[in-house]
């Protein structure tokens, strides 16, 4: 139980392109899902805070403008990364805790989006 | 500030050496502890949940364990498949979830 899906698993666009990535809880309903950004051989940095039916929260630093989450359902997330330049290339993790389950739950991961800007 | 510190940055055992991951925190409020392993270009897969000091889990050659400052991950007797990087994460008061930089942990045949 608890699967994460998430879609594409690597993509490679060309600079000033958007892509959508999207996310999917497979087994379970999520009221809230996270997308996180990740450098090589480093933690996980969380993005957002993307909530169903209203508007994502986005950590400091981070583009609201350029990084588009829309989470139109219990149990899909999107991300668009608009406008992409190279230095959007990086490993981008969603994930999502079951509504079911209690605030301190464990959060199940998708297994990433290796996004490429050429 | 939450802090969660994770060492080494980097192990590398032989085939059956036994061996702890540490996992330091500072939370306001600890509601949950969670180790998480992650293999290269794959996201995160939950291991264990700890809530409480004392408490212990286990799964397989891992054993998780809790303190009221710092979790600990053993490895016994470690396969070249446990190669992976671990991370811990912590929940406090208000459900935000800090995670640590990770151990990189090479088991060698």
């Known amino acids: 139980g608890a699967v994460v899906s998430q879609h594409p698993s690597r993509v490679i666009c060309k600079s000033g392109t958007s892509v959508k990535i999207e996310c999917r809880s497979l087994?379970?309903?999520?009221?809230?899902m996270f997308w996180y950004r990740q450098f090589p051989k480093q933690s996980l940095m969380l993005m957002a805070t993307?909530?169903?039916?209203?508007?994502?929260?986005?950590e400091q630093g981070v583009e609201k403008d350029k990084f588009l989450i829309n989470h139109a359902s219990l149990t899909l997330s999107t991300l668009t990364v608009t406008s992409a330049h190279p230095e959007d290339s990086s490993f981008y993790i969603c994930?999502?805790?079951?509504?079911?389950?209690?605030?301190?739950?464990?959060?199940?991961f998708g297994n990433g989006t290796r996004l490429t800007v050429t | 500030e939450d802090q969660v510190t994770q060492s080494p940055e980097a192990l590398r055992l032989q085939e059956g050496e036994s061996s702890s991951l540490n996992c330091s925190y500072t939370?306001?409020?600890?509601?949950?502890l969670f180790w998480y392993r992650q293999d290269p270009g794959k996201g995160p897969e939950f291991l264990f949940t700890?809530?409480?000091a004392g408490e212990e889990k286990e799964k397989e050659r891992l054993k998780a364990t809790l303190t009221k400052k710092e979790s600990f991950l053993h490895i016994t007797a470690p396969k070249p498949e446990d190669s992976a990087t671990y991370l811990c994460?912590?929940?406090?008061?208000?459900?935000?979830?800090?995670f640590g930089g990770g151990t990189r942990l090479m088991v060698k045949p």
């Open positions: 994930s999502a805790r079951d509504s079911g389950g209690a605030g301190n739950s464990p959060l199940h």
């Open positions: 087994d379970f309903q999520a009221t809230t």
């Open positions: 993307s909530n169903e039916g209203s508007k994502a929260t986005y």
């Open positions: 939370v306001s409020g600890l509601r949950g």
């Open positions: 700890l809530y409480s």
């Open positions: 994460a912590a929940y406090n008061a208000g459900n935000m979830l800090t």
